[in-house]
């Protein structure tokens, strides 16, 4: 028989023992949380690719880590309400695509660490300090999807050479629209364009856009890195194709939609990089001293059925430059 005494020390004893289950015990030993606070819910290739940057550092979702997903669904005033129940969960990092989550998240909490996968300038965004030292509870990738709008324009001037007029489909809600309006204005006028620009935040008035720019006669269309008006790329892309406008994007899907061309960074790779740094952080690393990312791979593609649809010729120039072309 053993005594109270020996009892008491065997008890305490197991209680010490790695196998030993104490709920102090479980709480160290628990899963890491990723909080993914998003604008519009991820592309399956982008998640895809994200996750291969997670398993970099040596994290799989479900295995050592989860992931708590939150999606605003294109509705960007949820995103403070979303953004705040991480913080109440208390989540290991938060991860944040595009500009408005970034910000939302940022104004949620100092304490927990973030990374962005974003599309702009983080540094004008006020997201962080500096490119090589971020400081504060945040870092993370820019592609600079609104920062090409030169690039685009040319592009469209190429494509569509008889076009003195351009249109420029806006969502005043992106944190960025006025930065981009100006940037499309500067490449408009570079080239003795007229930039016809409409605002839109909703499904409806999406349409309402698109109907003014037929309405108007315009016959090219840069359509504005934006999260939401991404979501709604089949949307642009059909009124587009069946009113003869020639459309221009910020990524690859829009064009897989049926839009004309995209040019803008591989953005497999900047959500690649996303997961390493996310990983990176879970490993204790401190977002302050993690310089910023840079895309440096960029890629343009091209509908050719879309093109022969709207009785438009591509030089074998540009399709020799692209890095896709769909027939």
Avoid: W
Wanted: some cysteine.
């Amino acid at each position: 028989m053993i005594k109270r005494r020996e009892f008491i020390r065997l008890l305490g004893g197991a209680a010490a023992a790695p196998g030993f289950c104490s709920r102090s015990a479980f709480a160290q030993t628990s899963m890491p949380v990723i909080g993914m606070l998003e604008a519009v819910p991820t592309n399956d290739a982008y998640v895809a690719a994200f996750r291969q940057g997670l398993s970099e550092p040596g994290y799989l979702e479900g295995r050592n880590v989860t992931i708590d997903r939150r999606s605003a669904d294109g509705q960007y005033e949820r995103l403070p309400a979303l953004a705040a129940e991480l913080v109440r969960r208390q989540v290991t990092v938060i991860a944040v695509r595009s500009p408005v989550s970034a910000l939302a998240a940022k104004a949620a909490t100092t304490r927990i660490p973030i990374v962005f996968e974003v599309g702009s300038d983080p540094v004008k965004d006020g997201l962080v300090a500096s490119f090589n030292r971020p400081g504060g509870n945040v870092t993370g990738v820019t592609f600079f999807a609104n920062l090409l709008n030169t690039k685009r324009i040319e592009l469209l001037h190429d494509i569509v050479p008889a076009a003195t007029v351009i249109g420029l489909l806006l969502n005043p809600e992106n944190a960025n629209a006025e930065l981009e309006l100006r940037d499309a204005q500067s490449a408009a006028r570079a080239l003795n364009l007229r930039l016809v620009v409409v605002r839109a935040t909703t499904e409806s008035a999406i349409d309402a856009a698109l109907t003014e720019f037929a309405r108007q006669g315009i016959t090219a269309l840069l359509v504005a890195g934006d999260a939401y008006l991404s979501m709604r790329r089949q949307q642009i892309t059909a009124f587009a194709l069946r009113h003869g406008i020639a459309t221009c994007h910020v990524n690859r899907e829009s064009v897989e939609a049926g839009g004309l061309v995209s040019y803008g960074a591989h953005r497999q790779e900047t959500s690649r990089q996303f997961g390493i740094y996310v990983g990176r952080v879970l490993k204790g690393e401190k977002p302050a001293d993690l310089p910023i990312v840079q895309a440096t791979k960029f890629e343009m593609v091209i509908n050719l059925k879309t093109a022969k649809a709207l009785g438009l010729s591509i030089s074998r120039e540009l399709l020799f430059l692209a890095d896709e072309v769909i027939d």
